[in-house]
């Protein structure tokens, strides 16, 4: 912090709660093409030296941030650079590299690239929150190794701990980086629905979107502060700002964790209906998160995110593996996985997504493993062998007409007939559940309520559909409205339709993790909601200060306004009325 620069305040919009302060960090996305370095090597010497010079000045470097960190953060972050110097002091493994330039004759680029791969995969299968993290470590070690060896300078390669900034971020971008070393994001574009903010709150990490080009203003390394409970980004703030967003943070915290402590009360209304609260999940480590929040099953387990923190698609075996891990940690629970949803602002390394001008109405979710089943069948192959306790179910992403659904069918009718046949054991009786999240889906939820077992309601895919929003664009974001009526119908009809069938019906997209809208929903008849794991205590908070009588009265009230605006209006109205302390649930 420089106290003779002048303070600069902006708004923002929030997409992860929060409050970090630290250096600001320009990010520009640099792409390798590893293939140019894909030759057959002929002078192996050159490629051990390029190599070994590589390590040696990722040391220097890394030896030196681990010095400007300690001075400025203490002891905090040490571990990040304390395990990638070990890694690059490890003969052993360093011997591993040097062997797959000599044995393999690739160049030193290509032989860390595998080597390093390998090693990631390895530490992310672990079950143990610590390795997992090193995964991390070795990732962003070698994206260091790499730009040392092509000679170009940053790109995901945090120095020190910092507040990123980037025009986009996407959700690959948000798990290449060094995720220890983020202290937040600041994005040009980005909605509160896009999958980069999505995965931000899970990974706990504040993040907000101002479009007033930051970076024309603000230079790497200036101080700032990102508020993520008021919407506010500070540059070079003054000491009174720096101690008022400490005030305030603390004062969220503690909020926030006299929630956690009532979490595990009974999750009823005041007039005694039960509802029930699940979690969204993206990484494999929220899990131990969800029970310790209260969460009492998995509504969405957003697989991509598993293919996000590799470099290249699962194996089924890996998979299995992983969701075997699931079912046995979580037996007492429903587990709903969601099959891949490829494409819209996901895109996934070796999933040949072509370009296209509208990725979002796309080839995307099951439009695209309808025409490379090859994915879909290893991914349902390892769900089936992984559910021997019977408490994981399969869930379909972005069906718009029924052709789609029964097509999906058969492939996994094939696929059990193939498990069988190979005498593998498997659970015959998965659960199979669709994504209402077009309004395609919402309107013939009756044709397809016969053909699954339940139904999972995806506002963020329903709202951007419905009202022809696109959820990633921070220009229109005032008119993403998840609570528009036209949304609020669609939702009504699907609920009715589930009860009229007896299928179960949940709401997972980010209007129930929102809790000025948590009693629209409850008026409609929703009983299910699944939100991130870190907004569960308050979600439910908010379902206990509530009675069923006074969220109909609601709904009924806003039903038939002629503007999304209106209803938000009378929303924010109960809430403040209702909600003890609403001002610090975000
Ligand atoms: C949704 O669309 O509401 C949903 C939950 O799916 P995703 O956000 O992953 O598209
Ligand atoms: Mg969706």
């Not at 609260?277 to 993206?282: Q, T």
């Not at 013939?444 to 009202?467: H, K, P, R, W």
């Amino acid at each position: 912090m420089n106290k003779n620069k002048k303070q600069f305040e902006f708004d923002a919009l929030i997409l992860s709660p929060g409050i970090a302060m630290g250096p600001a960090f320009f990010f520009r996305r640099i792409a390798i093409d590893l293939e140019e370095y894909n030759y057959k090597v002929t002078d192996i010497e050159k490629e051990i030296n390029a190599f070994h010079k590589a390590c040696g000045s990722s040391k220097e470097n890394l030896i030196h941030t681990q010095q400007l960190s300690k001075k400025l953060y203490d002891d905090q972050f040490s571990d990040v650079f304390e395990s990638q110097i070990a890694i690059l002091e490890d003969t052993i493994f360093l011997q591993e590299i040097e062997n797959e330039i000599k044995k393999g004759k690739k160049s030193a680029a290509i032989a860390i690239n595998n080597i390093f791969k390998m090693k990631k995969e390895y530490f992310l299968n672990l079950d143990n929150e610590y390795f997992r993290d090193r995964a991390l470590d070795i990732a962003d070690l070698k994206q260091k190794l790499l730009h040392e060896i092509f000679g170009i300078g940053t790109d995901y390669q945090l120095s020190v701990p910092s507040i990123i900034f980037s025009e986009l971020l996407t959700p690959s971008d948000t798990v290449n980086f060094n995720r220890n070393l983020i202290l937040g994001f600041v994005t040009d574009t980005g909605g509160k629905t896009s999958h980069a903010s999505i995965m931000a709150k899970s990974l706990h990490i504040p993040s907000v979107v101002n479009s007033d080009n930051l970076s024309k203003i603000i230079m790497s390394g200036d101080y700032v502060i990102i508020d993520g409970y008021i919407g506010k980004i500070f540059v070079n703030p003054s000491q009174k700002t720096i101690d008022e967003c400490i005030v305030r943070k603390s004062k969220f915290e503690d909020h926030r964790a006299k929630l956690v402590k009532e979490t595990n009360l009974p999750c009823m209304t005041l007039d005694n209906e039960e509802v029930k609260i699940y979690a969204n999940v993206e990484f494999v480590d929220e899990l131990d998160e969800v029970k310790l929040n209260g969460g009492e099953g998995i509504g969405l387990f957003r697989t991509e995110g598993l293919f996000f923190e590799r470099d290249s698609i699962p194996t089924e075996e890996e998979q299995f593996v992983l969701y075997k891990k699931f079912a046995e940690k979580l037996k007492d629970i429903p587990i709903i996985l969601r099959t891949v949803d490829a494409g819209g602002d996901k895109l996934i390394k070796d999933i040949n997504q072509p370009q296209e001008n509208n990725p979002f109405l796309g080839w995307r979710g099951i439009r695209v493993y309808l025409d490379e089943p090859e994915i879909f069948i290893n991914q349902l192959r390892a769900i089936f062998r992984s559910n021997i306790n019977g408490n994981i179910k399969i869930l379909l992403p972005m069906i718009s007409c029924i052709r789609e659904l029964r097509q999906a069918k058969e492939i996994i009718e094939e696929v059990k007939n193939q498990l069988e046949k190979e005498k593998i054991q498997f659970n015959p009786k998965t659960e199979l559940g669709i994504m209402i999240e077009t309004p395609a889906a919402a309107m013939m939820a009756d044709i397809y309520m016969g053909e699954v077992d339940f139904l999972s309601i995806g506002t963020n895919d329903l709202t951007q559909y419905t009202l022809a929003v696109d959820r990633t664009n921070i220009k229109i974001a005032k008119l993403f409205n998840d609570m528009h009526p036209a949304v609020l119908k669609l939702i009504k009809n699907v609920v009715e339709i589930s009860d009229q069938n007896q299928k179960e019906i949940s709401v997972c997209g980010e209007l129930a993790g929102n809790p000025r809208a948590v009693a629209i929903l409850l008026g409609l008849g929703v009983r299910i909601l699944s939100v991130s794991p870190i907004l569960i205590p308050e979600i439910k908070k908010v379902i206990r200060s509530v009675s069923l009588t006074d969220c109909k009265k609601l709904v009924d009230s806003i039903l038939y306004c002629d503007d999304a605006f209106k209803v938000i209006e009378k929303a924010d109205r109960f809430f403040e009325d209702k909600i003890p302390n609403y001002e610090y649930l975000v």
